[in-house]
């Protein structure tokens, strides 16, 4: 039973051992990516060389094959061609791309190979995978993007004998045996040294630009031949270069933070440009209504030159006169502030005339006095043969007659009050009168006192007359707040 169990266990182990033999071979999950290159010789490559991309060891060589015609591990187009598989461990380097290359290069003098790789550029597609058949699960790198140089040994053969004698007899064949395959033996020359396809490839870039080269050359020519006359000139520009240079080094902490500030500031430099740009836009029509006003403004502008002409004797007038006239005018700094302090002082006397002549408009009085005017002399006045006359009613009363003292009863006041003080101040006016033709017989004591009565009269008929006048004003301009 122990033995039966245990060989259970040996069995299971070796179905587990072949499982994950198989799922690296193929490149599975989780293993090395697995790459099966062919190459058109792959000799003195051994499984376990290392797989180089930069110098940096990356995976080795998984294992080699040869494509026969009685091979059924092969593809037809892998036919008498070495296919190599390419284990790389560091999954850094994965995927390689369609533009991918690899080359087997010889690592020592005494012929250990490795192959060093590029995986290609990220933009171009990855590698297909084979999905059955030989190399089922690695990714095929086909023939044309691998170069199997000749290796040093090899070459230093030809010197000794009998491959010197060999290679003489392959040389005089080599006509005959490749009489119609010179295309195929180009490629494998090509693919032989890599640098023959790129030299090949330049010079067919170049023969594509002939032209322009041959413009190129005549161009240098016309553009060198000015510097070739300033050599000086372009000596002390290196020159100075160099110095702005040795400058520029000693801040290349500063210019390395400008540098590293440059992002930042773009970021917010956008919006202005943003806006800048809808600004643009947005005044394009104007300038283009400038561009057309432009000839009418030149015009403008050109008339304008005489007129500037002219217009300078004019100033240079206006500053002799304004120069000459410098005196006369401080002269006046003492009457403008006279005329300062009028205006202050006048200011009450403006504003109460302000508001007369406001009530005046408001109420219409200025219009109903002209019409009064108007309508009055038309209705007064008359014409005959004689001329114009006036037409008058006489009243005839007590108050008629022309006197040059004051009547009782003849005074025409606005108030019962003021006139009554008058009437007294008329009366007391008329008791003196008669008093008058005494004059001469008055002692000077006397006159005196009648003056000193008069004035007190006055002042009270002056100081009794304020109210009406008060009434009048309050009627024209209103009442005061």
Known sequence: ??????????????????????????????????????????????????????????????????CTANSTRCTPDTMNKAAVTLAIDDSRFTPFHA???????????????????NPGTAGAPSLSRIENGPGAGTYYLPVARTHSPVDFDIQQDIFREPVAQRLAIILNELGTGLAARGSDLNAVIHRADPA????????????????????????????????????????????????TAVASATRARDISRSIQLLPSFLRQLRPLMVD????????????????????????EFTELTPFARAARN?????????????????????????????????????TQLDKLTASLNQTGAIAQLMAVLFYGTTAANGFDSLGHYVRDELLVSDCTGYTTSPVPGCSARFSRGAAAAADRTAAAATAAVPAAAA???VPPAARAAVRKAAAAAGASLARTATVPLQQLLDYLIGARR
């Open 99 to 117: 533009d991918a290359t690899c080359a087997i290069r010889p690592q020592s003098l005494i012929g250990e190979m490795y192959v060093d790789c």
């Open 1 to 66: 039973m122990r033995r039966l169990a245990l060989i259970v266990a040996v069995l299971l182990a070796g179905a587990a051992a072949a499982a994950i033999a198989t799922a690296a071979g193929q490149g599975g999950a989780g293993g090395a990516y697995k790459v099966r290159a062919i190459f058109d010789d792959a000799s003195f490559a051994v499984p376990g060389e290392q797989v180089r991309i930069a110098g940096a060891p990356v995976g080795a060589i998984a294992s080699l094959d040869v």
């Open 439 to 441: 004059t001469a017989a």
């Open 314 to 350: 004019a100033l240079i007038d206006l500053g002799n006169t304004a120069q000459k006239s410098q005196g006369p005018l401080v002269a006046t700094i003492p009457l403008a502030h006279r005329l300062k302090a009028l205006g202050t002082q006048l200011g009450p006397t403006a």
């Open 196 to 243: 023959l396809g790129y030299t090949d490839q330049v010079l067919k870039i170049l023969a594509g630009q002939n032209q322009a080269l041959a413009k190129l050359a005549s161009d240098s020519a016309t553009v060198l031949t000015p510097l070739a006359q300033q050599r000086r000139a372009l000596a002390d520009f290196i020159v100075q270069a160099n110095t």
């Open 276 to 299: 800048l740009g809808s600004l643009a836009d947005q005044g394009t029509p104007l300038a283009s209504e400038l561009g057309t006003s432009a000839a009418a403004l030149g015009r």
